[in-house]
């Protein structure tokens, strides 16, 4: 029975923690690593300012509707409720002539005097008017071409800062994994010189080497030791860099796919005549010219007449007028020639600043051709930088261990072997370096042709 017992707590104790190891290999297998395209629309979709532009985009298209609703009968009512301290009377005077031969007894006629109510003491009033308008010289027209043009430009100038959101994810997810790479060098070159600080120990124990190596060996042991802690607080400082631009909390652990070097993009010198078609900021400068010259047109139109039908139906209530509903219409022309000037000094000023835009369209312009050249010359830059650093890391790493093998014989001094882990921790620095730099610039060349 005891054998028995324990056989059942030692079963007991197994299926526990084999369930216990099954649920936390399986937290483990659910935490994956986010790529590029997640960063991307996860940046896009927290992104403040993205939402901020999605509203003014909002914003305009109601303008739009504001715009066109000008076209529109306007429909008006008023109604009032009129109270005087006493009604209102006419009081009007005749005379009776008498024919002859009474005429004498005229002066003794008296004449006759009778008063009549305009209103009620109290009275209710209600007016319904209608207008649309006939003729507007072209300012309808134009405010609508206004607006429209706003709407293209915000939605021009949210296409931009979309890009612009998924390239500023872009830098900082690979200066997560830059920072990272970094990190492991500066940790596997503290660890080789803690190698190095054991090496000249045991030799310092044998007399091969004096006390004054080892003591060089531990400075640089300690030298390491702060560049790994410096490299730790950059990796967590990227990572809270990052987490801020997907609207996270700082401290949320980060797990980064690593991205393979993407094919060149300035072996295709075609796609250069592309940037100035694909480049939202330029349709953003160009809808912003075309609002200013509708609102140009919109001022010229002021001085131009304005012709408006209209109609109202009126109801008045009051016993002594008959009938109590009162309809009219008409047409209104509204006509001001001469303002002092404003009108023209505001077109004008709308057409000044339609000019001072299509300049800096041209400004933007030949900033994008430069854009594009650089962007195309660091492409090509960091993609030769690639084979030369990985051949100075095999170079790096062959003196290290060559070094070290003559160190351990005595033939070097301590001083080379130091020099060697510098040189081997530099190439491999150099070497990722290289590899995230030439990432990077294709797509920086991406942003800056305008297909990011």
Not at 218 to 239: P, Y
Not at 330 to 343: E, K, R
Request: glycine share 4%; charged share 20%; with cysteine.
């Amino acid at each position: 029975m005891a054998r028995q017992g324990r056989f059942c707590r030692r079963l007991l104790i197994f299926l526990v923690s084999g369930t216990m190891a099954l649920f936390a290999d399986t937290r483990k297998f659910t935490v994956y690593a986010e790529n590029l395209e997640q960063a991307w629309a996860a940046a896009t979709a927290n992104s403040r300012k993205l939402h901020a532009e999605r509203h003014q985009i909002q914003s305009n298209r109601e303008v739009v509707h504001a715009a066109r609703a000008l076209r529109s009968p306007i429909i008006s009512n008023q109604t009032a409720i009129v109270a005087m301290p006493e009604s209102p009377r006419m009081t009007s005077h005749a005379t009776i002539s008498l024919p002859p031969p009474f005429s004498i007894l005229q002066p003794l006629v008296p004449p006759i005097t009778a008063e009549t109510s305009l209103a009620d003491k109290t009275f209710v009033t209600n007016s319904t008017i209608a207008a649309v308008p006939l003729y507007a010289g072209g300012k309808i027209r134009s405010a609508i071409d206004a607006a429209n043009a706003q709407v293209h430009a915000s939605v021009a100038e949210y296409a931009a800062s979309t890009q612009n959101v998924r390239m500023e994810i872009t830098e900082i997810y690979f200066m997560v994994l830059r920072t990272r790479r970094l990190c492991e060098i500066a940790f596997q070159a503290e660890n080789s010189l803690a190698q190095h600080e054991r090496n000249s120990q045991k030799m310092l124990e044998t007399r091969l080497v004096t006390r004054n190596v080892v003591l060089a060996a531990q400075t640089a042991k300690s030298l390491a030791s702060q560049n790994t802690l410096r490299a730790k607080i950059a990796v967590q400082t990227a990572e809270a860099a990052y987490n801020r631009l997907l609207n996270r909390p700082l401290e949320t652990p980060v797990e980064l796919e690593e991205i393979n070097i993407p094919p060149m993009l300035s072996d295709q010198p075609e796609i250069r005549d592309n940037a100035a078609r694909n480049r939202s900021e330029l349709t953003q400068l160009q809808s912003q010219a075309q609002a200013l010259n509708a609102q140009s047109r919109i001022a010229r139109a002021d001085r131009l007449p304005q012709v408006v039908a209209g109609g109202s139906i009126t109801y008045l209530e009051n016993r002594s007028i008959d009938p109590n509903t009162l309809f009219a219409g008409g047409i209104g022309v509204s006509w001001t020639p001469f303002d002092g000037g404003a009108s023209r000094a505001k077109q004008r000023a709308a057409a000044q600043g339609a000019m001072a835009v299509n300049q800096m369209r041209e400004e933007t312009r030949s900033l994008i051709e430069l854009q594009v050249q650089t962007a195309v010359l660091a492409e090509q830059e960091s993609r030769s930088r690639i084979q030369v650093a990985e051949n100075g890391v095999n170079f790096a790493e062959e003196n290290l261990r060559v070094v070290t093998m003559q160190f351990q014989s005595g033939l070097v001094n301590h001083t080379e072997v130091l020099d060697a882990q510098t040189l081997a921790a530099n190439a491999q620095a150099n070497y990722y370096n290289a590899v995230y730099d030439a990432i990077l610039a294709t797509y920086r060349l991406k942003r800056a042709l305008g297909i990011f």
